[in-house]
């Protein structure tokens, strides 16, 4: 059975207990890093990008990328996350000339500072 498909049993099986959906995530975690998948999907991507149509598709995964780390990061109130995630969309605003969203970052920011 694949990692994947014994963490996915193992999540949808209500009597499963919490050990069995640990060990599946532990192989799958071993799999991940003993496979060295990123460094395998960076080298896929620097091979595919003399495609313009790749080239766009990336570019829009990685601005998709980014407000899912911002979504994620308010949403588990993590502070790190949240600033990281936010110095990227502000990169993001700027490229894509909407400056006013730039400045909602500020307020936002102060909030969480002040509930973490």
């Known amino acids: 059975m694949r990692p994947a ?3 996915q049993e ?3 099986n209500r ?7 640990m060990t599946a995530h532990g192989h799958l975690e ?3 890093i003993d496979e060295d998948v990123m460094q395998q999907l960076k080298a896929w991507e620097a091979e595919k990008s003399s495609n313009a149509m790749f080239r766009s598709m990336m570019n829009y995964v990685h601005r998709v990328e980014t407000i899912l780390f911002f979504v994620e990061a308010s949403r ?11 110095e990227a969309l502000s990169k993001l605003f700027f490229a894509l000339d909407r400056i006013k969203y730039k ?3 500020t ?3 102060t ?4 509930y973490a």
């Open 10 to 12: 193992a999540s949808d």
């Open 76 to 86: 588990n109130a993590d502070l790190n996350l949240h600033l990281q995630a936010g």
């Open 103 to 105: 400045r909602l970052q």
């Open 107 to 109: 307020p936002l920011a």
């Open 5 to 7: 498909d014994e963490v």
């Open 15 to 21: 009597n499963t207990s919490p050990e069995s959906i």
């Open 111 to 114: 909030v969480y500072c002040r």
């Open 30 to 32: 071993r799999i991940l």
